[in-house]
Structures are given as C-alpha cells and as structure tokens.
C-alpha cells in the first residue's frame, strides 16, 4: 500500500518512557535480552516488537519474542554463531538458543525496491514478497494492527508507538493500520488474525476491520493451505479454541476454514455443536494446564458431523456400510486438505478415532479387551463420551465404557462372559448395559462386521 494511503491513519511518534509502561525485563526472556543487547552494543537500532510487547502490556506472558532491528540478516549472521538465516518470501534471522529461537527481523519498508537488492513482489494486490529494508516508521505501518506495532526499546527501557497501538492496549480494541480493505487483499490471513486476537486478548474489533469479512472473506479459498494449517492450530489450540470457534462462525469466515463444518451447523446439526464446544472447553483446560493436546483430535471433532451423515445416507441407500464410512471419510478429508493442509500422520489419526467408533457398540467380550487395547482406543473413547448430544443411547454406550475401565480386569472379563453379548452390566447393576442396536449392521462373507 502506498506510504500517503497510510499516513491518513498514522498519528505521530509518541514515547512512553520506562517509568510510564509495565514491561519489566524480568518478564523478558533471557535469550531475547542477549539478542537485544549484542545488537545494540554493536550500534544497531534494537527493540522487541510484536505480539511479545502488546502481551507484556497487558500482563500476559509470551511464548515467542521478536526481535526487529535495522542490522540486515547478514549483520545479524556477523554476530551471532547460533544464527540462521530463513525464508525467501520474507527473509529473516533466527537466532537459537537451546529450544528458544528468537526471530530477528530488519525493519521493512513500505515502498519500491531500494536499489539495494531487496525486494518486494505484489501481485493482484497481494504481497508475495516482501524484502525491502526501510525505517522503523515504514515497519510499523507495514505491521498489522495498531497493538501489534509497538516498540520496546533496550536503548532506554521505553516504548515507542507510530500508530496509536497504546491507546488500543488501553480500550481493548483492534484497529488494523491503513485501509481495511487495502489490507485484507494485501493478505487475507489477515482477517484470520483478527478474529484470533480478539478471542485470545479479549479485545473488541473495530467496525472498520470487521465490515469488509463478508465481501472479503473468499480471498481466504486462495491463501496457502500450509499457512491455514498453522493459523488453524493458533485459533483452537492455543487455550481461546472455544472463543475462537465462536467468533469466526459469527464473522462468516468459518466455512472459508472448514466448509463441511460450517454445512452441518448451518443445517442445525446441534449435536455435531455440541460435541464441537465441548471438544474445544475440554482443549482450553488442558491448555490452561499445561497439558498436550493433538491436532488430529481437533479435527476429527469439527468434521465429524459431515462424515456421519454422508455415511448413513450412503447406507441408507444401500451402500455396504464399510463402505460408505470409507467413502464418507475419503471425500471429506480430501474437500478438507485442499483449504487446510492437515498433514498425513494427523489425518491418519483423525481417521483411526472415527473408525473406531462403531466398535463400541460390539460389547462382546473378546471385542471389549481388543478395543481396549487399541493404541488410539483412548481418543476414540474420549470422542464417543463427547458424542453424547447424538442420541441417549450413545450418552449410555460412553458410560458403559467408563464403568467398564474402572473394573479390574478380572472382573469385566467374567462380568462379561457371564452372560450373552451385550446384557451384562459390568458395574454390577449400577449403569445398564447398552442395548445391542436394532439397526443390524449387515456381514460380510467373511463374517466380519460391516463397520468402518
Ligand atoms: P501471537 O504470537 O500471539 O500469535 P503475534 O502478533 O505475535 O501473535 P506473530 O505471528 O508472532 O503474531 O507475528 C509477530 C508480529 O509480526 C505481529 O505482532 C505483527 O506485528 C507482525 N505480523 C505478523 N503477521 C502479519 C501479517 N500477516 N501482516 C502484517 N504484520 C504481521
Ligand atoms: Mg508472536
């Protein structure tokens, strides 16, 4: 965008001394101060930028510190022996200390090339490269929201801000820099970004940033799947998933994400909703806690509802149900893959946790023990119990098999041998047992069940 556009939208430089700010270096990572101060002792211009700063404002703690300077990534390679220089479409340093690497990138400019060899590529209005140096000014109109171009400056401890990021710190509120619509065509990710920001900030965003995701949003159908994965995996795994979820349904960019998920909610499928926000209030606790969480499970709960229902429309229909669980499930991933590139080992997954599912209403007893051991037996349970909203008789099949773990081993097996398939209540009385489903899955030849 050209630097007059953005100017219209800049007010001038205001520093906010040390005394007058919350960022204390105690809240700064060790190895992004070493980066700070080595640059600065060499007599680069060195500040922390980005996300690290505007959380530091509002007591958060970062996960990933960046670091922006004037040093070129080749300057930045004469200093530092743990460096390595990344990216085409956006060149960049990273310096690696242990498992923390800190991001150190030269400032960019907002103009032509500048004769220098950088470069800066824009096709239909969309930046495609972006490797022109320019001055701390330029980086900060180039950044995305006003909150995300403040500048923390290890000269003297203050902060700088070209754009009025403070003031939006203060009202909770996201401006994006420039034009909106100019900016969103620049890079449609961007509107992505928003809507994570205000779930994971609590922010409000702005009706200027907000009104043009209708018009806009379809640019998302041609942003790359690989950068929609990553952004997917901020806007639900980060401990906001359930927010998150919400506003970009309510924003109408979901189905540009997920389509097949939008589809099964926009025709009401309220059980496939509530198995997706019980999902995602489960994912954030375990992030508030500090515990892992895997993406193929994410998925596998937000497509589910498309899966399912291509499937018994297919067996309806006649289709062999191994058959119409394998067709459902192909056709969905591969509509999926082409928005989101959800790599291989998480779709093989994904697919594991689904195809067990009909496997738990065989409640026989030598089905029981194999299904408990099966390596993914645990997600799939988890996603049986959440599927709980489909019918009263899941919600039953998910408590049969919670009493059914808690039972020693001993007693399941003779609880389960003691009387025919499926009657036996393992818990001795205290839940019933699941009825054997009246819809009779048909054989195969071999006899075996027809399930995916
Ligand atoms: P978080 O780390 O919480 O996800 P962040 O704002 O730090 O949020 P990053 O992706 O780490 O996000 O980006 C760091 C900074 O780079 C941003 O704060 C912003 O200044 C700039 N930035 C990132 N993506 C864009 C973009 N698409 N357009 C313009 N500036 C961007
Ligand atoms: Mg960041």
Known sequence: ?????????????????????????????????????????????????GGAVRDLLLGGH??????????????????????????????????????EIIEVATFRGTGEDDGEGGDRHIVDGRIVRDNVWGSIEEDALRRDFRVNALYYDISDFSVRDYVGGMQDVENRVLHLIGDPVTRYREDPVRMLRAVRLAAKLNFRIDAAAAAPFEELGPLLLDASPARLFDESLKLFLSGHGLKSFRMLEQSGLLKFMFPATARSLKRGDEALRALIEEGLRNTDARVAEGKSVTPAFLFAVLLWGEVRDLAHAWIVKGVEPSQAWGRAVAHVVSEQCQRVAIPRRFTITMEEIWALQPRFEQVQRKRVFRLMAHPR????????????????????????????????????????SGAPGADVPPTGG???????????????????????
Request: net charge positive; charged share 30%; with cysteine.
């Open 62 to 99: 970062p996960k990933d510190f960046d670091v922006a300077t004037n040093a070129t990534p080749e300057d930045v390679k004469k200093l530092f022996r743990n460096c390595r220089l990344i990216g085409r479409r956006f060149r960049l340093a990273h310096v690696v200390y242990g498992p």
């Open 377 to 416: 037996f645990r997600a799939a349970f988890d996603f049986l119990l959440l599927r709980k909203a489909e019918s009263a008789a899941i919600g039953e099949l998910g408590q049969w098999w919670l009493h059914a773990q808690q039972l020693p081993q001993e007693t399941l097996a003779a609880a389960l």
């Open 430 to 452: 205290g839940s019933p047992a699941p009825k054997p489903r009246k819809r009779r899955r048909r054989r195969k030849p071999d006899g075996k069940s027809g399930a995916a």
């Open 1 to 49: 965008m050209n630097l007059k556009a953005r100017n219209e939208a800049t007010p001038s430089l205001r520093i906010i001394p040390r005394e007058q700010h919350v960022i204390s270096r105690k809240n700064i990572s060790k190895a992004a101060l070493r980066v700070l101060y080595r640059l600065h002792e060499a007599g680069y211009d060195a500040f922390l930028v």
